[in-house]
Each structure stands twice: as structure tokens, then as C-alpha cells.
């Protein structure tokens, strides 16, 4: 795929269409589950007053019988990183400008026994260009079944661009996802890739997969566990796991910083934020 701009233009495409199968099959689960019928609340917002530096476009539901708080972001941000951040990004020696386009998921359950679970993909140019994402659950209660069938697919999802990729993501992810502070894993890993710019096609299409089993995974869990009983003490486990979340996502975020480098609108990047936690 030669022209920059078609690159561009499909990339956020299937960001957006990925947005919108995640929000259908969430709202399917929540509105199958419950008398109340709700649906994901969407609003937009943009880097600039003029709009010339792009936005984008924030979906949550909350408080329903399935999901205490589940956000979907999508976004096409461009503009220049401030000269401290620009030094920690690819391709930017000679130039600060940047362009970049995204989908970020972070689903908060009512039943303790389901685990929080965390995506995200998204396409950065600088100089340079490549994707990045990954995806990661976090459990307060232990499961290994739950915790095998995670990792059996995506190994096999890996394994079918690169017989390396599970191995080498799922340790990226190992690395990332911890907590040093408290010396522990944030949950039961996942896969975490960055500056993957191989080959365009194939990287475009590993990282529409990874969005795909995401989903797949995700209506797994949930379908599993929406109706298995929980006690207050599962609840307690849970707040306290929860602040666990929050403390990663402060301190040690990637995509935390970048959004805040990059002026971007702070509901969307709190939105990872579980609604109720405990210390």
C-alpha cells in the first residue's frame, strides 16, 4: 500500500469499525441480561478550536447489570510532541510532527468474577511509521482454566503471522503490565507489541486480528462468568484489585503519557479509570 494517505484512511477505518462491533456486542450482553436498555452514550471531542488537529470520539456505558463502567475510544490525533516527550518516540530527530489514529478499551464488571479487561491498537507516523496494542485481563479472583483459554488463543492467533510473536509479545506484555512499587504483576498478562513496522499488509492485518480475538475472547469471558454468584468479600477483592488498575494506569502508562504529551482530551484518556476502587 504505497499512498500515505490510503494507509491513513484504512487504518482508521478499521479502527472505527472495530469500535462499533465491540459497542454491539457489549450492548447485546447488557440488554439480554437486564430490564433496563441502555446503550453506549458517544461524545466527540477535538485537540484544537479549529479542529485541524484532529479528536475523537468517546463511548461509555455505565451501570448496567453487566458492565459497571466500559469505555471505547477511537481517535486521529496529528500535531508536534513538546521537546521532552519527542526524544522517547521514533523518528523524531529531525522533526516533532506526528500523526496518529487508535481504539482503547477498558471494560469494568458489576460480578467481581469477571476479569477487568484492556485493549488497544493504534498507527503512529512520525519519519517513521508502525503499529503497536495489545491486550491484557485482570482478574482479583484466580482462575487458571480462564487464564490457559486467554493464552491458548492468543498464542494461536500469533502463531498464525509469526511462530515468534506469541513468545516474544507475551513477554513485552510481562514487562509492561507490572508494577514495580508493589513488585507484582498487574493480572494474568496478555500480548504487548510496539514499533512493529515489518511489513505494512501484514503488520495491518496481525494488528486486525489482535482486535479480533480481543472480542472473541472478551464475549467468551463474559458469556462464562455474567451469571456465576459473588460474595461482598469477592466485592472487596475486587475494589482493592481495582486500585491496583488505577495505580498502574497513573504511574506507569504508556498511553496515559502519550495522551497527556499530546494535549489530548482527558475524560478519553481517564477513561481506562475504574469507577470505584478501595485502598
Not at 486500585?243 to 495522551?259: P, S
Amino acid at each position: 500500500m504505497n499512498s500515505a494517505h490510503l494507509r491513513k484512511t484504512t487504518a482508521t477505518k478499521w479502527f472505527r469499525d472495530l469500535r462499533n462491533l465491540i459497542c454491539k456486542d457489549f450492548e447485546y450482553f447488557e440488554n439480554n441480561n437486564s430490564k433496563k436498555k441502555l446503550k453506549f452514550t458517544r461524545s466527540r471531542w477535538n485537540k484544537s478550536k479549529t479542529k485541524s488537529e484532529g479528536g475523537g470520539e468517546i463511548s461509555i456505558l455505565r451501570n448496567g447489570n453487566i458492565f459497571e463502567k466500559v469505555g471505547v475510544n477511537i481517535s486521529v490525533v496529528n500535531g508536534n510532541f513538546d521537546k521532552k516527550f519527542k526524544n522517547k518516540i521514533p523518528g523524531t530527530k529531525k522533526s516533532s510532527k506526528f500523526w496518529a489514529s487508535g481504539i482503547s478499551v477498558v471494560a469494568h464488571f458489576q460480578n467481581p468474577k469477571i476479569p477487568s479487561l484492556h485493549f488497544n491498537t493504534r498507527y503512529i507516523i512520525t519519519s517513521k511509521e508502525w503499529f503497536g496494542g495489545g491486550m491484557d485481563v485482570t482478574p482479583c479472583i484466580r482462575d487458571n482454566e480462564q487464564k490457559k483459554y486467554f493464552h491458548q488463543e492468543l498464542k494461536q492467533m500469533c502463531s498464525n503471522h509469526n511462530k515468534n510473536y506469541y513468545k516474544l509479545h507475551k513477554l513485552n506484555c510481562d514487562k509492561y503490565f507490572f508494577l514495580p512499587h508493589r513488585n507484582e504483576p498487574r493480572g494474568d498478562g496478555g500480548i504487548f507489541y510496539d514499533y512493529l513496522d515489518s511489513d505494512w499488509e501484514n503488520d495491518f492485518l496481525y494488528t486486525k486480528d489482535v482486535g479480533e480475538v480481543f472480542l472473541k475472547i472478551a464475549n467468551n469471558i463474559i458469556k462464562r462468568k455474567m451469571k456465576q454468584k459473588w460474595t461482598k468479600k469477592d466485592r472487596e477483592k475486587q475494589l482493592v484489585k481495582r486500585a491496583r488498575y488505577a495505580e498502574f494506569n497513573l504511574l506507569h502508562d504508556r498511553g496515559t503519557k502519550f495522551g497527556l504529551s499530546t494535549e489530548g482530551n482527558i475524560e478519553a484518556i481517564f477513561m481506562s479509570l475504574p469507577p470505584l476502587a478501595s485502598w
